[in-house]
């Protein structure tokens, strides 16, 4: 009897652990890293949140994207490993995380002047000076 007891905690922890897994799998998570020009930094967050960030809430509420984080460094490091802002986004599903038109249809709404929002996003990228993607995966630890 212990035994069959025994077995089936271990089957019913296995099972928890891979229907976790399943789950945790299904979502795509993306880092965004950018380093910005010498004292720039400010200024591209700012860009960021007033012109990129509503969109993303707007995909957020549509269920396209489960959350973002952005973040800024507190330290500093070496000028070669430097970055000024990361933001990480939690997508539903991996084709998500690449379609490139998952927020073109909030633009209109939310900016009706397309031509300022356009100008205000290339100053943006003007100010960096590099930008990378990261796909992470959480992993179980035992």
Same mark, same amino acid.
């Given at each position: 009897? =212990? =035994?069959? #007891? ?10 928890? #652990?891979?229907?976790?897994?399943? @789950?945790?799998? /299904? ?10 020009? !010498? %004292?720039?930094?400010? /200024?591209?967050? $700012? ?12 995909? #957020? &509420?549509? %269920?396209?994207? #489960?959350?973002?984080? +952005? ?10 490993? *430097? !970055? ?15 379609? &490139?038109?998952?927020?073109? +249809? ?5 900016? +009706? ?10 100053? *943006? ?5 590099? $930008? !990378?993607?990261?796909?992470?995966? @959480?992993?179980?630890? +035992?």
């Amino acid at each position: 009897m =212990k =035994k069959v #007891i025994l077995l089936l905690i271990v089957v019913l922890s296995f099972t928890t #652990i891979n229907a976790q897994t399943k @789950n945790s799998t /299904e979502y795509f998570t993306v880092e965004n890293y950018y380093k910005v020009k !010498w %004292g720039f930094a400010d /200024e591209f967050i $700012h860009l960021w949140s007033v012109n990129h960030y509503p969109l993303l809430k707007k995909a #957020i &509420e549509k %269920g396209d994207i #489960i959350s973002v984080t +952005p973040a800024k460094s507190k330290l500093h490091s070496s000028e070669d490993s *430097r !970055w000024d802002f990361r933001v990480t986004i939690v997508f539903k599903n991996a084709a998500l995380a690449f379609d &490139e038109d998952l927020t073109v +249809p909030y633009k209109k709404a939310l900016y +009706p002047d397309l031509e300022k929002l356009t100008k205000d996003e290339q100053h *943006r990228f003007e100010l960096l000076i590099a $930008h !990378w993607d990261i796909e992470t995966t @959480n992993i179980i630890v +035992p």
